[in-house]
């Protein structure tokens, strides 16, 4: 059974740091697209980041050069380090595992989330 | 505002049809890029209802079906069911922004 389960979320004050987990099992990490995609209080879904299974990654405008994607696959193990955090990076994270079968790629899997408050 | 523009909000009484439009440009959906739907129930995490333009995965529905044509796409709902009452989102991919993109969500009120 496939399961996502992020952790890491809390509190923060702006220009801070926070490092977020997405420990899965029944796949491999490495052999998947995986995906943070997020959710502001009462908003709409919006993609920040991807990391391919050869290790390419892509992020939203609106995090690029503050976060960063990773995994550790002996862990299978999705990171988000998020830096220099902004009150409008307030969310729930997501993490997501992407499947595909025709142009561009779709989440087939979703974490429970884990929700980041940027406030001082 | 969202790449995709999907309407905020559509009602319908049960066992009515109701369809959600996800219009976008053509450096995504009208580049050919697959339209994905999801669900969101109220304080849970999206679910996946159709892949690939109007594909299902197992465990949805026959009720729910997708479409797409040029720069847009619809999903539709047969038989409204009070537990269909959800945020839905559209997803496609955008060639511009190299990344994923969605729609701002329609919220759907079952009367």
């Known amino acids: 059974e496939v399961q996502l389960v992020e952790y890491g979320g809390g509190l923060v004050q702006p220009g801070g740091s926070l490092r977020l987990s997405c420990a899965t099992s029944?796949?491999?990490?490495?052999?998947?697209?995986m995906s943070w995609v997020r959710q502001a209080p009462g908003k709409g879904l919006e993609w920040v980041s991807v990391?391919?299974?050869?290790?390419?990654?892509y992020y939203a405008d609106s995090v690029k050069g503050r976060f960063t994607i990773s995994r550790d696959n002996s862990k299978n193990t999705l990171y988000l380090q998020m830096n220099s955090l902004r009150v409008d990076d307030t969310a729930v994270y997501y993490c997501?595992?992407?499947?595909?079968?025709?142009?561009?790629?779709?989440?087939?899997?979703w974490g429970q989330g884990t929700l980041v408050t940027v406030s001082s | 505002q969202s790449v995709l523009t999907q309407p905020p909000s559509v009602s319908g009484a049960p066992g009515q049809r109701v369809t959600i439009s996800c219009t976008g440009s053509?450096?995504?959906?009208?580049?050919?890029?697959?339209v994905h739907w999801y669900q969101q129930l109220p304080g849970t995490a999206p679910k996946l209802l159709i892949y690939?333009?109007?594909n299902r995965p197992s465990g949805v529905p026959d009720r729910f079906s997708g479409s797409k044509s040029g720069t847009s796409a619809s999903l539709a709902i047969t038989g409204l069911q009070a537990d269909d009452e959800a945020d839905y989102y559209c997803?496609?991919?955008?060639?511009?922004?190299?990344?994923?993109?969605f729609g701002g969500g329609t919220k759907l009120t079952v009367l």
């Open positions: 990391i391919y299974s050869g290790g390419m990654t």
């Open positions: 997501a595992r992407a499947d595909y079968g025709g142009p561009g790629y779709y989440f087939d899997y």
């Open positions: 029944g796949f491999t990490v490495s052999s998947k697209y």
């Open positions: 690939g333009n109007n």
């Open positions: 997803q496609s991919f955008d060639r511009s922004l190299s990344g994923v993109v």
């Open positions: 053509s450096s995504n959906i009208g580049a050919r890029y697959d």
